[in-house]
């Protein structure tokens, strides 16, 4: 998969900016520049010294060496670099044209342009990180929460490498004392062996649940939490997501029905991203627009991962608000009743046949009345209220977890065959298909396909 060609691109956004870096790596990356850069200090710079900077301009070769801008040009020789080639940064003034202009001269003095991602993956090609560590540098750019920022920090400083290092290294244990056993049947003790590898199957198998357990935390790290805020007409959900945004993101009237389409905002709740949407108000309605509204307010709840009902304290239940109820079977869900500062018309002892009351939230949205109730509530839901990774290995990777549930398959077919006294070589067959499963998420063993799909999904120039 490594090509010899010597890469360029663009590493910083390409906008008005103070600085924009252009970056080289490959075996001609010094060659090229010493065709476009000329150094305040020609001595310095020709001594060739990794890990230098030098500042000069960078001159257009092809139209009598024309200065195109004052940069400060970096030089960093491999293997110690981030591609494991040699590197050179160009550190220019920012904005479009010039970094465009830079960018041009070096590809028609050799360079190639980078691919997606190409970067990273010549770091991975050349053994600089695993394909775990490489994802979780895409999934660092991509984080918009502290939580998520740690979590792949973890896994680029080699958390789930380490982990993943040592259940192969049990699995290859095992592996050696079945070896052991067919290779020199006259040592074998059949009944202690099979129960020895049992009993350490059953330890694979619990350290293999547990990281599994995390994929549900990790999901939520990564995607949010996708809240949905139900109810029928006027109840105040549109309030709610207002006063929770401190901003006026839904128009809010008198007017039954006035939203007719789910909106959708994200706020970040204490490091995770909560993804809030107000959907239309429930109930029984003839104008054609509103019905589809009101059809995928249902279909929001059942895809959700968090239903906030709310219900209004001023009004006596009716049938949409037992409907609502009713669609809360199974979910996580918080019932809110709003309007809490007015006078009480809503029966309790109705709710309760449908929820626990004691869990019931008292707001006034339209005065932020006890909201931090409702987000403490969430958190409670989720996290148990402590919001923390404290350096935990986190699955946030469905590839990751796909590997692992395979993995662990094959690991209980081994328990299994174990149990049936099944012979050995067959064991070793299932332990050997986990084993390439566990590979797959460091990249020890897998396609080229897969790898050249994987980062395709990163930016160009990282």
């Known amino acids: 998969m490594l090509t010899n060609n010597t890469i360029c691109a663009i590493s910083t956004a390409l906008s008005p900016s103070a600085i924009s870096i252009v970056r080289m790596s490959g075996s001609d990356a010094l060659d090229i520049a010493r065709k ?53 940064e160009i550190n220019c003034h920012g904005g479009t044209y010039v970094t465009k202009e830079v960018l041009a001269l070096l590809l028609k003095n050799g360079a190639s342009m980078a ?216 979910k996580k869900s918080i019932v809110v009743i709003n309007k809490s500062d007015l006078d009480s018309k809503i029966d309790i002892n109705e709710l309760g046949k449908y929820i626990n009351t004691d869990d019931i939230i008292y707001i006034s949205a339209k005065n932020d009345l006890h909201l931090t109730s409702l987000e403490d509530k969430i958190k409670t839901l989720f996290f148990n209220n402590d919001i923390s990774i404290n350096n935990d290995i986190i699955i946030t990777n469905i590839r990751h977890k796909d590997s692992l549930l395979k993995a662990k398959s094959y690991i209980n077919e081994a328990i299994n065959e174990a149990s049936n006294n099944t012979p050995q070589d067959l064991i070793a067959i299932k332990l050997e298909s986990a084993m390439a499963e566990l590979s797959l998420i460091t990249g020890e063993s897998i396609s080229e396909e897969v790898v050249n799909a994987i980062f395709h999904n990163f930016c160009v120039g990282k």
């Not at 000329?38 to 500042?55: A, G």
């Not at 020789?77 to 590197?87: F, S, V």
């Not at 939580?147 to 958390?159: K, L, P, V």
């Open 115 to 330: 691919e997606a991602g190409e970067f990273t993956k010549r770091s991975f090609l050349n053994g600089k990180m695993d394909l775990s560590q490489a994802e979780a540098i895409m999934d660092l750019i991509n984080s918009e929460t502290k939580m998520f920022a740690e979590s792949s920090i973890n896994q680029i400083r080699g958390s789930l490498s380490f982990y993943i290092k040592e259940m192969k290294n049990e699995v290859l244990n095992i592996l050696s004392k079945i070896e052991l056993n067919i290779d020199y049947p006259e040592y074998d003790e059949p009944e202690l062996t099979i129960k020895e590898i049992k009993d350490k199957l059953l330890v694979l198998d619990s350290k293999l649940d547990d990281i599994l357990k995390t994929s549900d935390t990790g999901k939520i790290i990564k995607e949010g939490i996708k809240t949905a805020i139900v109810g029928k007409p006027n109840v105040g959900k549109s309030s709610l997501l207002n006063n929770i945004l401190k901003e006026e993101r839904a128009i809010v009237t008198d007017i039954p029905g006035t939203t007719r389409d789910t909106v959708e905002e994200t706020i970040n709740l204490d490091g995770i991203p909560l993804k809030l949407i107000d959907t239309a108000g429930i109930r029984r309605a003839n104008d054609e627009v509103e019905k589809i509204g009101i059809e995928k307010s249902k279909d929001l709840v059942s895809s959700s991962d968090l239903v906030i009902a709310m219900f209004d304290k001023s009004r006596e239940l009716s049938d949409e608000d037992f409907e609502i109820l009713k669609l809360l079977k199974d």
């Open 36 to 88: 476009v850069f000329i150094p305040v200090n020609p001595d310095r710079f020709n001594k060739f010294e990794s890990h230098t900077i030098h500042y000069g301009n960078i001159v257009d070769n092809f139209n009598d060496n024309k200065v195109l801008d004052n940069v400060l040009l970096t030089y960093m020789k491999g293997p110690k670099t981030y591609t494991g080639e040699d590197i050179i």
